[in-house]
């Protein structure tokens, strides 16, 4: 997006959709599966069978009001399901089940994005199209696996409160973690467990009113949200900058060639006919099952958050960045639990995370690496007590992530023990000889001219193999320096 | 030898239980007649009671019963009257006929209906009219006319059907049995083949009123299969009353002077109303004032749930498939066009269009305000009447075509029974006499679950009435 940045604004809204991990459908008896062969879990009524009926799934009503109460959703004491009316082959019945103007959860915010509504509804069944096109036009054949149809959703509609594509990204992440916290979904995008749909439109910077939007459907991963809504963003403010209009429709990314195709525009949508599903009764939850559900809730990601900022003392980014990834928190909190000096360190533990995802991967999980939760802070806390260096730290860290082991051990057994001026004279020595190897940038540190102090230091760091800690050094080389004067 | 066919079900129960006859040989006696067949009111008929029947003691004793098509029979043809579901065999079984079978009344086979119940003269059935017993120019009323033929010429003891404005009361009517239609919620509509489905119930059509109570008494309660059903609240007792002492009957004059009744329907009416009085009844006017808007409100409700209801008939998973190698819209459209009756067509046309963004409002929206306000004068007519009483149809049985081009005239056989069906609420017809030689139906409606006291009733004034319940054998 550029320059144009400053002159238009994006205004984002997600669609979300949250496949529950309910035992069993939601409308019938058939277990959920993944990766199943096809077509085992059926039955009269998730294959739409004439004299079929619909029974609600308790459990999933429950999964449902514990996402609304982590969003601070107000729980609706009754809804209603409508049938909503459409034609396709992975809709058994011709209609979806689903939340229409009375949903179970209305309102409430996640960071700082509100929630408009968060609903009910069944999932279809899975098309396949055998053919060159794997689309359903100019397919040779289609089939259907039923396995999925009736599958437990629950949708969850955001206000237009996002304002950029890494945003949108962030706050994905945010509300997978969150619903990972809930334990009702296993909220894996590739699997289709948590599928986004972006409502995306732009308008002149400092403008209130909205521009009009387009729909962008089923990105499947997290950074195909981020590419397809940027691609958009960028193709509509292309479009307003030549002087045309963005028409509204739904677009389809194709994420192989980052380009946007039209699926339908508003002139052919659907009259979906919805109305009062006839063959369920209204859903009523007492404020007593509400509260019953809100006492189960277990911690969530915000309240880790400021929990880490305010208890552990950790700024708000790093409390973030830790909570907002439950493995990332959940290491971080069995490694201040083996720590030496326990909640003092926390802060030097948590710095020492982002060292141990850069060397294991942000998609990996640092309980499955080698480095035991202890380990870690162990070597943050031989930091801190300056018996290894930062930089030799580094290498440890290294070594711990391919073999595992103690730091200590490692520290000892590698010769990596931080040299130190309180330990003799060592260190004053090796600044010394810095000086005598170079007067010349000795002169101008006497003079004032810092940035020459860096091949001093560098000469020390060397000859000592880092062990030094660097700003020890600093200061040595600089009274030395200035005392020789 | 005591001639079989004779005997009502009841009777033919307990006769069984004191091992005076043989559950086979009543069997196999309807199962002759049903298979021959003369009024093409059989779509299927079983060649036995199927193996491991419950036995003799029994609730019901071993008498068969003939089932509407369009309740799901497993391993059976079950196909609602239409072409798109021929051959169709469901892989289970409506409750409501499993829990027949289980009380012992083994399957006898399939009747023919209006193609998914929606009609009242039997004409819609892709399978060809029924023929009334009592004259076979003319139609037995529907849509559970197969059932109501089959009851009253003696080719089934007794046998379901469903009514969703009248399809069990006015075919029960028009061919001199009784049919009653139960509360909302009363029988389990799990695996009834959905016509409407918050009126949609499943009820009995029976030669009296004792047989009627029951068969109801082994078809009521919760089913955890059906979220619409309830328990229902206390056991159904065989009727007794000899009288009507104390009971108050409501005639709703607002209603029935809309009707268009036939002269011979209202003197068997008012001739019924005097029989009443005689036995204790207190017969007074009583208002329903929006009732006589109910056709107009069934007829949006209806075939709008009927529209969503018959989408899955779609030629994709099973039943008739048209054109199944032409895309994807070419098929669907196909297999509906041929597949699907005028009638249906019509009313899934209209219940689309009632729907429609733009129209809801207007149309399913003021349909289902009328519809509580229905409910809201049902209510308090019970306020001050036992029970609400009008003619069961404004005619007897009409001509075969007489009404088929005219659709508005067919929906009037409805209009007397579409009002309780919108409520909810419990209604019965009896015979009460002949007019030009055929059949006159009288129905008592009554509040939610009041089925008790309304067989109760019925049976003190079958019993006044005398209509000879013979089988009619013509």
């Known amino acids: 997006m550029s320059a144009t940045d400053r002159r238009w604004e994006p205004v ?474 | 030898m005591t001639d079989l066919i004779e005997l009502t079900a009841a009777d033919a129960a307990a006769r069984v239980r004191a091992r005076e006859i043989e559950p086979g040989e009543l069997f196999h006696a309807y199962r002759e007649r049903a298979a021959a067949n003369e009024l093409n009111a059989f779509t299927w008929v079983a060649d036995g009671a199927p193996e491991g029947s419950p036995g003799v003691d029994t609730a019901l004793g071993g008498v068969p019963i003939a089932v509407k098509d369009l309740f799901c029979t497993e391993g059976v043809p079950s196909q609602a009257g239409s072409r798109i579901l021929e051959g169709y065999r469901p892989p289970y079984t409506a409750t409501v006929v499993g829990k027949l079978s289980a009380a012992g009344a083994p399957l006898l086979g399939k009747t023919n209906q209006d193609e998914f119940a929606m009609g009242s003269s039997n004409e819609n059935s892709a399978f060809g009219p029924v023929l009334n017993p009592w004259d076979r120019g003319r139609v037995p009323g529907g849509s559970s006319g197969g059932s109501a033929a089959a009851v009253a010429a003696g080719l089934a003891p007794w046998a379901i059907g469903t009514d969703t404005g009248g399809s069990i009361r006015q075919p029960a009517s028009l061919c001199g049995i009784v049919g009653v239609k139960p509360t909302y919620g009363a029988c389990s509509r799990y695996g009834m083949i959905a016509f409407a489905s918050s009126l949609d119930q499943a009820g009995p059509l029976t030669r009296n009123v004792t047989d009627a109570a029951l068969l109801l008494s082994q078809m009521v309660g919760h089913d955890p299969l059906d979220s619409t059903s309830l328990e229902f609240p206390g056991p159904i007792e065989l009727p007794r009353a000899e009288d009507l002492r104390g009971i108050r009957l409501g005639v709703p004059e607002d209603l029935l002077g809309g009707a268009g009744i036939e002269p011979g329907v209202r003197s068997s009416f008012e001739a019924t109303l005097a029989l009443a009085e005689g036995l204790g009844a207190i017969v007074e006017p009583c208002r329903l004032p929006h009732a006589p808007h109910a056709l107009s409100a069934y007829y949006l409700i209806a075939p709008a749930e009927a529209s969503a209801n018959l989408a899955r008939y779609d030629g994709v998973r099973y039943g008739l498939r048209v054109d199944g190698d032409a895309d994807l819209d070419r098929m669907y459209s196909h297999t509906r066009a041929v597949g699907f009756g005028a009638e249906v067509k019509r009313r899934v046309m209209l219940g689309t269009y009632a729907l429609s963004s733009g129209y809801y409002d207007a149309y399913y929206g003021t349909a289902q305000k009328v519809r509580t306000k229905i409910a809201e004068d049902f209510a308090s007519a019970f306020e001050r009447f036992d029970f609400v009483v009008t003619p069961t149809s404004p005619w007897t049985a009409f001509e075969l075509g007489a009404k088929t081009d005219d659709p508005l005239a067919m929906y009037m056989n409805d209009f007397c029974t579409v009002p309780m069906s919108l409520a909810g609420i419990a209604g019965i017809s009896i015979p009460s006499g002949l007019s030009d030689g055929l059949p006159v139906g009288f129905q008592l409606a009554g509040p939610a679950f009041s089925e008790a006291r309304l067989l109760d009733a019925a049976h003190a004034l079958e019993l006044a009435i005398g209509f000879d319940g013979s089988v009619i054998r013509r």
């Open chain 1, 12 to 485: 984002i809204g997600l669609e979300i959709h949250v496949q529950l991990k309910t035992a069993t459908k939601m409308f019938c008896g058939c277990e959920l599966s993944f990766g199943d062969p096809p077509n085992i879990h059926t039955c009269p009524v998730c294959l739409g069978l004439p004299g079929a009926l619909p029974v609600l799934n308790a459990r999933a009503v429950e999964f449902g009001i514990m996402i609304g109460l982590a969003l601070g959703s107000q729980i609706a004491p009754r809804s209603l399901f409508h049938r909503k009316n459409y034609f396709y082959p992975d809709s058994p019945k011709g209609y979806q089940i689903s939340q229409y103007d009375v949903p179970l959860c209305l309102g409430g915010s996640l960071g700082d994005v509100r929630i408009h509504r968060v609903h009910l509804e069944e999932d279809a069944a899975k098309l396949v199209h055998l053919g060159e096109s794997g689309r359903i036009h100019g397919s040779d054949r289609s089939v259907v696996d039923f396995n999925r149809s009736g599958t437990p959703l629950v949708e969850i509609v955001t206000e237009p409160d996002v304002r950029s594509p890494e945003q949108a990204r962030e706050w994905l992440t945010l509300l997978r973690t969150t619903l990972r916290a809930l334990d009702v979904s296993d909220v894996n995008m590739e699997e289709g467990s948590l599928r986004a749909d972006a409502n995306v439109s732009v308008r002149p910077a400092g403008c209130t009113q909205l521009g009009t939007k387009t729909e962008l459907k089923n990105m499947n991963s997290f950074r195909f949200l981020e590419r397809g809504v940027r691609a958009e963003l960028e193709r509509q403010i292309g479009l307003l900058e030549g002087g045309d209009e963005v028409v509204q429709e739904t677009l389809h990314f194709d994420p192989t060639s980052a380009r946007l195709t039209s699926l339908r525009s508003k002139e052919e949508a659907h009259d979906y006919r919805y109305f009062p599903e006839p063959d369920l009764v209204p859903l009523a939850v007492s404020d007593e099952m509400r509260d019953a559900i809100g006492a189960r809730l277990p911690e969530l990601p915000t309240a880790r958050a400021q929990r880490f900022e305010r208890e552990l003392g950790l700024d708000p980014e790093r409390a973030k960045e830790l909570a907002f990834h439950r493995e990332l928190a959940d290491y971080y909190e069995r490694a201040l639990a083996s720590a030496d000096g326990g909640r003092d360190q926390a802060v030097a533990v948590a710095n020492w995370i982002p060292q141990l995802v850069e060397r294991i991967g942000s998609d990996a999980d640092p309980a499955d690496s080698r480095v035991e939760p202890g380990a870690l802070a162990k070597l943050a806390s031989m930091v801190a007590a300056r018996q290894v260096s930062r930089d030799a730290a580094r290498d440890v860290l290294t070594r711990l992530v391919s073999d595992g082991g103690d730091p200590r051990e490692i520290v000892v057994s590698e010769g990596l023990q931080a040299i130190s001026s309180e330990d003799g004279d060592q260190l004053r020595a090796l600044v010394d000889s810095a000086i005598a190897a170079d007067p010349d940038a000795a002169e101008k540190v006497r003079s004032g001219n810092m940035k020459a102090i860096g091949p001093l230091v560098g000469y020390v760091m060397r000859e000592t193999k880092g062990r030094a800690d660097g700003g020890e050094v600093t200061r040595l080389i600089r009274e030395r320096v200035n005392a020789g004067s």
